[in-house]
């Protein structure tokens, strides 16, 4: 592979074109738009197997560059839409099958009706909206947009510096128009509640709660919704919630679990804004960010009632060995829900409607994966566990994989084929399509793209900074560095479709099996930045910088994408 091919960095982009060619730039909620833009011939051409390449034809890269039009996958066309803002979609949108169980959305408005599934709402000068997530500021400026003339005030609670992010990148379909109804709070600046995202939960509590039964309540969510809405029960304090998240976090905790421990010490998570906001009905348009895409944990379900209990609670702070070093303050307030007389609140005034997901953002790629000649597979939408295992598994499927494309399956790859499979079993991949994945590549004869989502977790030894993605992408290039993997040219990337990798400017990073030797030359030791999770520092120092995976806000959330390459010499 050559300089230019190792240095390529991923960019997806979201491009939809209608009559005449003409490139329209559009928001898709499951989708990380990076930038939009007509559609040039791309710098590389790889030919679709088995046709060989014209001569001449330089050589691809394995970080393809993506275009992921809004298009149902296997289709070669599709809807046109036309007049698009962030969110939009023209009254007859394309619904993919099965979109009861995907959560697929359709909804119209016209003549005074909204239409969200089979469900009907009377529109008239009676819409109030609210939103909290790093996709709700694109979300909302489509909500005005088509709803508007009934639209009477807003308030929404986005990421610090998003409105200039978006500005900075051109993309004025994601902002709001000049004289909005909605008004806009910014804050949890590195994905951690502030007092910024705490007066914008004020502000969205005093809203919801003078509402009356005339009223409609449309309420956009999306991830990072939880830090964006702090609103934890007296006597806790924003301090004392942060630091029992940030000490669950550090421990290992999985986001059902941290958003459990949210939920029960918050006015507005677990239901409390649907409740807050009874008698009126409340409709909530959600992105997930959550493995499963569950509802009542996408950013602490606050229009969902919440099923657990204290001793819930107790379980994952007894888990975490924190119930000793409670603040008295969240003592107190767990005792108070223990023994409510009114136990938990029903949300029958609320449809929840999930949009957007992880899965659909691979279905795409892997889609355009295809397009530029790769045989692509998704492996799973549901990578969770422990970062180190999860590192583990994609070096044995690089081995496995890479044994089944370019060489008859010896005994030592059987050997690692089986310890594939049993990590395959720890790590609990619901929807996991390994065998699927083997068989199409070891028939492929030609580059390939596997791909896959989630989120797994870290737990936090050192005082190093990072984030999840790059400090998968940091052990996944010390195991593929551990032996040599044959003819065979490797490339993994890990990046998180918000944009932002923990506390980073980075929205992730990518290695190559030669990556720790080539560390090593410049005086870098990959186990001892792994020792500190120090991910960012060791990417920023090597090769400049070279590596990490800069995309900018993107105005999206759907968790992370993991993309392997594999390419026969």
Not at 131 to 157: C, N, P, R, W, Y
Request: some cysteine; aromatic content about 4%.
């Amino acid at each position: 592979m050559d300089a230019e091919a190792k240095r390529a960095v991923l960019v997806l982009t979201l491009n939809l074109r209608d009559e005449g060619n003409e490139a329209k730039r559009v928001f898709h909620p499951s989708l990380p738009e990076v930038r939009a833009e007509p559609n040039p011939e791309p710098r590389f051409l790889l030919p679709t197997a088995p046709r060989p390449a014209p001569a001449g034809t330089p050589t691809p890269p394995l970080l393809p560059h993506f275009r992921i039009p809004l298009r149902p996958p296997g289709s070669t066309s599709g809807p046109r839409y036309r007049k698009l803002r962030p969110g939009a979609v023209e009254r007859q949108p394309w619904v993919p099958s099965g979109a009861e169980s995907s959560g697929a959305w359709l909804w119209s408005c016209s003549s005074g009706l909204l239409k969200v599934r089979d469900r009907s709402f009377q529109l008239r000068q009676n819409l109030y909206l609210v939103g909290f997530g790093k996709a709700v500021l694109g979300m909302a400026a489509a909500a005005e947009e088509l709803l508007g003339q009934h639209l009477v005030q807003g308030v929404i609670s986005v990421p610090k510096g998003i409105r200039a992010a978006m500005e900075h990148a051109g993309k004025q379909e994601m902002l709001l128009k000049p004289h909005s109804r909605v008004q806009v709070f910014e804050g949890a600046e590195d994905n951690l509640p502030d007092r910024d995202a705490l007066r914008a939960a004020v502000a969205i509590r005093q809203l919801a709660e003078g509402l009356t039964a005339d009223d409609l309540l449309l309420v956009l969510i999306s991830g990072g919704g939880s830090a964006l809405l702090p609103a934890p029960i007296p006597p806790v304090t924003l301090e004392e919630k942060q630091t029992l998240t940030k000490l669950l976090a550090a421990r290992g905790a999985n986001i059902q679990e941290l958003n459990t421990i949210r939920k029960a010490l918050s006015q507005l998570k677990g239901g409390g804004l649907a409740q807050a906001a009874y008698p009126a009905q409340v409709v909530s348009l959600i992105l997930s960010d959550v493995v499963g895409d569950p509802v009542e944990v996408i950013a602490s379900g606050p229009t969902v009632a919440s099923v657990h209990s204290v001793q819930d609670c107790l379980h994952i702070l007894n888990h975490y060995g924190l119930r000793a070093a409670l603040p008295r303050s969240v003592k107190t307030v767990l005792a108070q829900s223990d023994s409510d007389p009114h136990g938990p609140h029903s949300c029958g005034h609320v449809l929840n409607v999930i949009i957007g997901s992880n899965a659909l953002a691979l279905a795409e790629a892997q889609r355009q994966a295809e397009a530029l000649g790769y045989r692509a597979v998704v492996l799973s939408a549901a990578i969770q566990g422990d970062v180190k295992s999860v590192a583990r598994f994609y070096g044995l499927l690089t081995r496995v994989a890479g044994a089944h494309l370019t060489l008859p399956v010896t005994g030592a790859s059987v050997e690692e084929e089986a310890q594939l499979w049993e990590l395959a079993a720890e790590l609990q991949l619901p929807d996991l399509q390994l065998k699927e994945a083997l068989e199409a590549v070891a028939g492929a004869g030609g580059p390939v793209c596997l791909l896959a989502g989630g989120e797994p977790t870290v737990q936090l030894q050192g005082s190093g900074k990072g984030g999840r993605n790059q400090e998968l992408a940091l052990r996944v290039g010390a195991e593929l560095g551990q032996q040599p993997l044959g003819p065979l040219e490797v490339l993994f990337l890990s990046g998180g479709t918000d944009g932002q990798d923990g506390p980073t400017e980075a929205a992730g990073a990518w290695v190559v099996p030669e990556l720790t030797s080539q560390a090593a030359t410049e005086g870098l030791d990959v186990a001892a930045f792994l020792s500190r999770n120090d991910s960012h520092t060791f990417f920023r120092c090597f090769r400049g910088g070279a590596h990490l995976l800069h995309t900018g806000l993107t105005g999206t959330n759907v968790m992370d994408a993991h993309l392997l390459f594999l390419r026969p010499r």
